[in-house]
């Protein structure tokens, strides 16, 4: 019988504890799990809600699903799939100094694949498509991936107005900061595989898009449950087998190697397990190997992601909405906080039909959330307002639900693409049999962290 300990009861943990419960039963591999939680719920920071009228909707950074992701198949696997509610096909447009302009349509994670749609744009101008018609699809060749920024790789393959007026807001507002010097391979790496077979790339790229081997941002449908993903979560906690033991009100405030097996002190008693699995972040477990003066190091230069996500409640009769409209992207010369603001009650006639308009409203750029998240509920309500009343003259609001993310996850720029895989091999030699996943090691939203739950809980069973 083998002992697992998991430190962390965010999705990581949890899903992690469900992988490992599942392959362990269909491999009829003896353990136990206990996933050790400090506070008195699970992803307590993670998860929030609100309630209007009899309905509860989620009000936390994560609201639609995507039905090519890794977090549809788990639904599915779950037999969640009554739950989900498919989305209108509704568009994406970018707001600029101008007004709203349209988004050429055939675009892969942005990069463009119908040279005549794409002139045809009224976000650029004469001069700019002519410069795009002589820039556009330019070889290059970059030997090492890792070095690969965002901006490096469409400047070099389109140019720097395309990258500029289209490009860097439509991915800014879907991956949750600024992209420009974020890892290309870290990030978006179905790119970095085009980066690859840089002899064809546009050719590699049209033919991911015509698969539909991977999602595409700027158009298509999307699903989210009928419940939220609080009791998503608890969903999973609840087809966990008599194998898992959950502890709420616990904190691990050391952990040490004896006898060949790993002792996590819990309050004032020791416990010991055959492997550890550490979800919670650095700044939680770094006290414990405060003699690793590499591990201390590796995390003392890092960047974290603040987010800042608003929810906006209005009557239907009081916003005149572009039924069409599924989400509006602010172009970073605009230089608003906003960042884009996604049409909740347009996607899904559902939430329309209560008689609502809802709204989430993003501040994801960093220097505008750096410059909001001190600052009072009521002071960020007066500036979301006056900057929807851009797009919305007469704005007017019912509730405003305001969620502020602190360090959500790490800023993957090049240095941390260069050190990623070096702190990951070097983790695997140093500390055998711990396991470091979720916010504990990478950059990572929340499809990456069921598959790297997934992949854990494989590898960690085949060792036993």
Known sequence: MKNIAIIGGGISGVTTAYFLDRLASSKSKKINIDII???????????????????????????????????????????????????????????TKSGLKNIPKKMLFGYPLDRNELLASDLLSFK??????????????????????????????????????????????????????????????????????????????????????????????????????RSFLENIESNLG???????????????????????????????????????????????????????????????????VITIICKKDSLMINPEIGEIIFDKQVDSFITNVEYVSNKWVEIKSKNIHMLRVYVKRQSKVNKLINKSDKEIENIISNELKSIHKNFTFEKMYINKIENNYMYADIKYSKYIHEIGEYLARAYDRIYFIGNSKKAINLENTILEARETAKNLIELI
């Open 37 to 95: 939680e400090k506070n008195s719920e699970f992803a307590k920071d993670k998860l929030n809600k609100f309630q209007y009228g009899q309905e509860i909707y989620d009000s936390g950074w994560h609201n639609s699903i995507n039905n090519n992701s890794v977090l549809f198949q788990f639904m599915l696997e779950l037999g969640l799939y009554r739950y989900l509610i498919k989305s209108k096909n509704t568009s994406k447009v970018i707001y």
């Open 242 to 308: 008599n194998k898992v033991f959950t502890e709420f009100n616990n904190e691990v405030t050391n952990i040490e190697k004896e006898d060949g097996k790993y002792a996590l002190t819990i309050g004032n008693k020791k416990r010991y397990y055959d492997y550890v699995i550490i979800s919670v972040k650095h700044t939680e477990f770094l006290e414990w190997f405060k003699e690793d003066r590499k591990l201390i190091n590796y995390y003392k230069d890092l960047k974290f992601i603040s987010n800042i």
């Open 128 to 229: 700019d498509k002519i410069s795009i018609l002589f820039g556009l699809y330019n070889k290059f060749n970059f030997r090492n991936l890792s070095i690969i920024s965002v901006k490096d790789f469409f400047i070099n393959n389109t140019n720097s107005k395309f990258y500029n007026k289209i490009v860097e807001p439509i991915l800014t507002s879907h991956y949750g900061s600024d992209i420009s010097n974020q890892s290309l391979s870290l990030v978006i790496p179905q790119l970095a595989f085009a980066t690859i077979k840089n002899s064809d790339i546009k050719n590699v790229i049209e033919n991911m898009y015509s698969n539909n081997v991977v999602d595409n941002i700027t158009s298509g449908y999307e699903y989210i449950l009928k419940f939220t993903l």
